[in-house]
């Protein structure tokens, strides 16, 4: 779920965030959150960081010679970085870029949110349910 959840976080990253809230004549133009900040681009990463660990995290539960302490920590590395995602689009859902005033949200902040939300939700499971199997 992690994995996927980060895949979610990187293509959420690169639909669009804002949209202009510009009347006639003007046309409403969208914008990335690859274009539009800074923390959409560290978002990314942490995005990519998290699916690549999740992917991991499957390989070392399925393999036959997994150890408890690198499932946990693997747990711990998809927490910290879906839980930095998250707070990363948090605040740039709750606070929007100059001039915000002319920006409207749109569905590709709304996905990385609730993608990264997840992730760390399966982060957490990940750590507890191995701290309850040792």
Not at 19 to 43: C, I, M, R, V
Not at 107 to 118: S, T
Request: hydrophobic content about 60%; proline content about 4%; aromatic content about 8%.
């Amino acid at each position: 779920m992690a994995a996927a959840c980060g895949l979610l976080v990187v293509i959420g990253v690169l639909l669009p965030w804002y949209a202009t809230n510009l009347g006639e004549p003007f046309s409403p133009e969208t914008t990335t959150g690859w274009d539009a900040t800074t923390a959409a681009k560290l978002a990314l990463a942490c995005g990519a960081l998290t699916a690549v660990v999740g992917a991991l995290s499957v390989l070392a539960l399925r393999g036959r010679y997994w150890d408890p302490v690198v499932v946990r920590f693997l747990g711990w590395m998809i927490a910290v970085a879906a839980g930095a995602a998250l707070a990363l689009v948090t605040f740039r859902t709750l606070v929007k870029p100059e001039p915000a005033e002319f920006l409207s949200r749109e569905a590709g902040i709304y996905l990385a949110l609730a993608a990264a939300a997840l992730a760390l939700i399966a982060g957490i499971a990940q750590i507890t349910a191995r701290e309850q199997g040792s």
